[in-house]
């Protein structure tokens, strides 16, 4: 079974998030939520859902997302007494999405001021897969320069950028394609996406 962090901060896009927790639950692996202050604001406000509702995140988020395969579990962002937060536990796979320009750069200079900062450094320095997805538009230098950084040491930069050679007839036909890709760099199939083909 794998072992997978989820970490979903505050930029705009808190659906491709929750929609990826959806698909990683339904592979049947264990998966570990973390959400940032900004993020639970930006969840509640694009979508509806408020995880912390009732005062219990970690239940409401079982309630919202089951039935699944997989195992669900969430950690509050300063709870460094987390398994996540050494190296010696460290996950198969680690995705931040939505990520934000300021978690992006946060985790870029190693500051691990959170436990989704540490959990991210732990990544870079064990050498585990670490998938940025970055939603952010237009683009400034520094943003490039980060992303730049992070990718020399091993990330990989998924910005959300749905195609359209697929004909997407509704958002969610957006939203699958960019989840789709998420997936397809930690090695867990799926078809939510039509895959190109080529010319007939």
Known sequence: MKNIVLAITGASGAIYGLRLVKEILASGAHLTLLISDTGFRVIREETGLDPKDGGDVTKTLAAF???????????EEDDFFAPIASGSSAPD??????????SLSRIACGSSGTLLERCADVMLKERRPLILVPRETPLNEIHLENMLKLARMGARIVPAMPAFYHRPATVDDLVDFVVGKVLDNMGIKNRLYKRWKGET
Not at 93 to 102: D, H, I, N, R, T
């Open 93 to 102: 796979a680690m995705v931040v999405c939505p990520c934000s320009m300021g």
């Open 65 to 75: 997302f089951s039935p699944k395969t997989g195992m669900l579990h969430y950690y």
